[in-house]
């Protein structure tokens, strides 16, 4: 079998246990406050008209953003709590809405008949009016299934998995057999609910006991069988041994770190996903079990390790400096360094370990033969251009100081900007879509599509020098800084970009190139 369609699929239980849960217990909830809600709604106008108002105004907020702004309003909380959250907010609205309209809808010569065969308020509600009003409302579950589903596939940058961790890492790392997975399994898995949940809609139209429970043991069946191997592999899974070969330490492990779990961040691109897989080596091969959150976002992550919910990550000094401090003033790299390691340790409690040895700033790339075409050699050659040159980035970029900084220092705020996911960056500027991008300096894409740095005499980049951060309590792990203190100062931009270029242009993946990374700093350390 192909290696790359057997990692999917091993995968796959994890995947969609995570989706599985997440997704139902999200419609649970949803279905529990919204029928209520619906209720009186249906039975007081003006408030009525506030509810669905107010669930009206929830669906307008981007799914993304709602899903983003969770983890600050939950405190800095990552994972299942901020995706639950968000995507119970996103059911409301269908259920909600079809819950005052099929109340509304109930024949008024019913509920007269219900009042005078002497039924209370409450008979009549159980009895005749959401009965009768049970195939809309159900109808209106049908919507948040199909809507929840879909939506669960972009909680992966807030740390919950689901089967969007296809998508987001295929796409990443431009494997499309992994982003056809996602896609796949979860309008499957939406067309399966879907279509359980028509059955019960059914047995509602035709008050049929049987359809409902082939429906209810359907959802069962789903529901056991998604999360039945996740559970049963992480039942049988053995406790953490040390690892020997040729890709481990002959030393012996570091005191302590057997049986810990440790949990690693990482960013929504290539190279943190080989450097979480080299992390990942170096502490299996020292006894410890790994936990991989992967795809999150740059200030979710840092959080996450601020508030010790992941123990290790690479960050880089530049997107500290700039995002996280704040800072706009430039700096020398080893002052800043420096400061910013003082800087989180001090109003964090996050250790910095040390730098890898490698710096992935950004700068403004071009294919080469345009640049000599139109003799641009610097950023600063660029106004020149100005009113004929569109610059491509990934839609962080334009919201960072470090772009304000280059904008203002060369004068570039008369440029045409389009942003879009950095995986279609390079392809963009080499296929003449854009002119320039906002590229990182270690990607393989830039030998690959000969495209040149324009050099930045003006200094308006920070450094980008890529840093090892341990979390409050990770820090205090016995064992743990001596194991990944080997690592310090091993990967250099070379190296780097080679094991970047095997993921993005060889196809190969990032376990594979974090193997190959692994092997060359463990000849230099020998």
């Known amino acids: 079998m192909n290696a790359n369609l057997a990692e999917r699929i091993a995968e796959l239980p994890d995947f969609l246990a995570g989706h599985l849960v997440l997704s139902l217990s999200a419609l649970l909830i949803g279905i529990s406050l919204s029928v209520p809600l619906g209720v009186w709604a249906a039975r007081a106008e003006r408030v009525g008209a506030a509810i669905v108002n107010v669930a009206a105004l929830i669906q307008t907020i981007p799914s993304m953003a709602l899903l983003a702004l969770m983890v600050p309003l939950l405190g800095g909380t990552i994972g299942f709590g901020p995706a639950f959250v968000a995507l119970t907010l996103y059911s409301i609205l269908p259920v909600l809405r079809n819950t005052v309209t099929g109340l509304q809808e109930v024949d008024p010569a019913m509920i007269e008949a219900a009042r005078g065969v002497g039924m209370t308020d409450r008979q009549r509600l159980w009895q005749v009016e ?3 009003a049970a195939p809309v409302i159900i109808a209106g579950v049908r919507t948040a299934t199909v809507w929840v589903v879909g939506i669960a596939t972009l909680s992966t940058p807030v ?7 296809y998508i987001f890492a295929g796409l990443q790392t431009r494997n499309w057999l992994s982003v056809i997975f996602g896609c796949v399994f979860a309008a499957l898995l939406a067309i399966v609910l879907d279509q359980l949940v028509r059955l019960l809609e059914k047995s509602a139209q035709e008050r049929n006991r049987s359809l409902a429970l082939m429906a209810g043991a359907g959802l069962a069946v789903i529901f056991v069988g998604g999360i039945g191997p ?30 810990q779990t440790i949990r690693i961040g990482t960013k929504t691109f290539t190279e943190q996903f080989i450097l979480a897989d080299v992390i990942t080596a170096k502490l299996e091969a ?14 979710i992550v840092f959080d996450a390790l601020r508030n010790n919910t992941v123990d290790v990550y690479v960050d880089y000094t ?19 360094f420096i400061e910013m390691a003082e800087y989180l340790r001090s109003q964090h409690g996050i250790l910095t370990l040390g730098r890898l040895g490698f710096e992935n700033a950004y700068g403004f790339a071009m294919r080469r033969d345009r640049a000599a075409e139109l003799g641009i050699r610097s950023i ?46 390079y392809g963009a500027v080499r296929d003449r ?3 320039v991008i906002s590229a990182y300096t270690t990607d393989g894409r830039i030998s690959a599509f000969d495209l040149v740095i324009l050099s930045d005499e003006r200094q308006a980049f920070p450094p980008y020098d890529a840093i090892l951060l341990l979390s409050p309590d990770a820090a205090d792990k016995p064992g743990l800084i001596a194991s990944l203190a080997p690592l310090i100062n091993q990967i250099d931009d070379d190296l780097m970009r080679e094991a970047n270029k095997q993921v993005d242009i060889d196809s190969r993946t990032p376990k594979q190139a974090a193997d190959f990374l692994f092997s060359k700093i463990s000849q230099r350390t020998e």
């Not at 740390?159 to 961790?165: E, K, P, V």
């Not at 049988?236 to 770190?257: N, Q």
């Open 159 to 165: 740390g919950a998995q689901s089967l969007g961790n």
């Open 318 to 336: 530049g997107t500290i400096w700039a995002t996280i401090m704040q800072r706009e003033d430039p700096a020398e790299r080893t002052a800043m």
């Open 130 to 132: 959401l009965p009768l």
């Open 286 to 299: 020292d006894g410890a079990f790994v936990e991989n959150l992967d795809n999150l976002g740059s200030t």
């Open 380 to 425: 600063a050659d660029l106004k020149a251009h100005e009113r004929n040159l569109i610059i491509g980035g990934d839609p962080e970029f334009f919201a960072r100081n470090e772009w304000i900084r280059v904008r203002d220092a060369y004068d570039l705020g008369r440029f045409r900007t389009q942003s879009m996911d950095s995986t279609f960056m």
């Open 230 to 259: 996740s559970v049963v592999d992480t039942l049988a899974r053995p406790a953490p041994v040390v690892v020997t070969g040729s890709t481990a330490s002959e030393e012996a492990p570091p005191a302590g770190l057997q049986g």
């Open 433 to 435: 879509n854009v002119d």
